[in-house]
């Protein structure tokens, strides 16, 4: 972990997958952040999403450090290393049926040469992994509440002197414009660029697609201030009811799939 990430994580804070966990399942949240409950699996599109973020940081920051661009075989054995690297890990990958540790393999190996052959490349590359910390201040109160804290994937500068934040991303399927419109961590992002510097940054997606033929997308989504005001006001009602202990269980599809599924289900 980025050692300036760390130290901003050892202070009470919230971020946007801690936010989207309790949205998602307050119970969860309870569970992986208040009590510490061990996790029984992972899923395998989370330990997948990890590797190739491990491998795509590589590439940046070969860039970043004015080194020939890696080439396919390169980056094909960074891939290799960070997804055994997961699978080695204590706690176990769950694999869906129709993939293997074989065929994942080879996916995201088809997936990186897929973004080699159509990422634009920046003119520079800022940071990668950029750790952000931002002050959330409740408009109507005054209150400060702990702070939201984060991190860009890669922070790169176009030809123009554009800045534009990059956001990794593995999926089955393309984006649909809802999702793009109403993803929190984008917006998070948007509220947090300005207050790091970088205020007129655009957030822009790289979406890896783990379909039969690899593909690449890139979405550049916008924020109103409406959207950034509400999500300001999201993050705050969130931190209010985790302090007023309200972890109930969500009841849906989502739960067997849970990495906590039988602790909390067997009460």
Not at 64 to 69: D, H, L, S, V, Y
Not at 151 to 173: N, P, W
Request: with cysteine; proline share 5%; net charge negative.
């Amino acid at each position: 972990m980025n050692a300036v990430l760390k130290i901003l994580r050892d202070d009470e804070h919230i971020s946007v997958s801690s936010l989207n966990t309790y949205m998602l399942c307050p119970r969860q949240y309870q569970h992986r952040y208040v009590l510490g409950t061990p996790v029984e699996h992972r899923g395998a599109a989370l330990a997948f999403g990890s590797a190739t973020h491990e491998t795509l940081a590589s590439f940046y920051n070969a860039l970043r450090a004015g080194n020939q661009e890696p080439t396919l075989e390169e980056l094909s054995a960074t891939f290799r290393d960070a997804w055994t690297k997961q699978l080695d890990d204590p706690t176990p990958v769950l694999l869906d049926e129709k993939d293997s540790v074989d065929s994942l393999t080879d996916m995201g190996i088809g997936m990186i040469g897929c973004f080699l052959e159509n990422a634009p490349r920046p003119s520079k590359v800022i940071e990668v992994e950029m750790p952000f910390s931002i002050e959330l201040v409740d408009r109507e109160t005054g209150e400060v509440l702990p702070r939201l804290v984060g991190v860009f994937d890669a922070v790169v500068q176009d030809e123009d002197g554009a800045y534009r934040i990059l956001e990794h991303k593995t999926a089955a399927k393309r984006w649909t414009q809802d999702k793009l419109a109403f993803d929190a961590q984008l917006t998070g992002y948007h509220v947090a660029a300005p207050l790091m510097g970088l205020p007129e940054a655009k957030v822009t997606v790289q979406l890896l697609l783990k379909t039969k033929k690899p593909g690449f997308e890139v979405y550049t989504p916008s924020r109103t201030e409406a959207d950034k005001r509400d999500f300001v006001e999201m993050a705050i009602g969130v931190q209010r009811a985790i302090r007023a202990g309200a972890f109930y269980p969500k009841r849906d599809w989502a739960c067997s799939g849970c990495s906590y599924s039988s602790r909390c289900l067997a009460g």
